[in-house]
């Protein structure tokens, strides 16, 4: 499984990777735990899966993209202090983290906002 792979990587990961590693950690936390609020609810209301599909998705992007943010800042960590391309990949990861993944905590807040109120409008109101 996906997540499986994300944490192997983190449980091994260098301490000087820790900024990469614990917020991929959560990112993989929140992703697993969305999945099963998703899968529970759709259980009783199978318009959840449709209504979440692109938050859903999308927190898995930013997911998906942080851990290969962090295998690419492992390569370059290193490297950094003496190729402008390293420095250049370890700086985009950083962006990366303190800019773009924190998204998933809004898009999983959109996620659980639920189906009602997408399925409440009637066609006819469009």
């Known amino acids: ?3 499986d792979e994300i944490r192997h990587f983190t ?21 697993d735990e969305l999945t099963a609020w998703l899968l ?18 999308q927190v898995f ?3 998906a993209y942080a851990y290969m943010w962090a ?7 290193g490297k950094a202090t003496e190729d402008d391309f390293y420095a ?7 962006f990366y983290f303190a800019r773009l993944l924190p998204r998933i905590h809004s898009l999983s807040a959109s996620v659980k906002a ?3 109120s997408l399925y409440e ?4 109101h469009f």
């Open 40 to 57: 529970d609810r759709a259980q009783g209301n199978p318009n959840e899966i449709g209504a979440a599909s692109v938050e859903y998705l």
């Open 71 to 77: 295998l690419m800042a492992k390569a370059a960590i």
């Open 11 to 31: 449980a091994n990961a260098s301490a000087e990777l820790g900024e990469f590693t614990q917020p991929l950690n959560a990112a993989v936390d929140t992703l």
């Open 61 to 63: 992007g930013y997911t």
């Open 88 to 94: 250049g990949k370890l700086g985009t990861a950083r």
């Open 1 to 3: 499984m996906f997540a």
């Open 121 to 124: 409008l009637d066609v006819a």
């Open 114 to 116: 639920g189906s009602e």
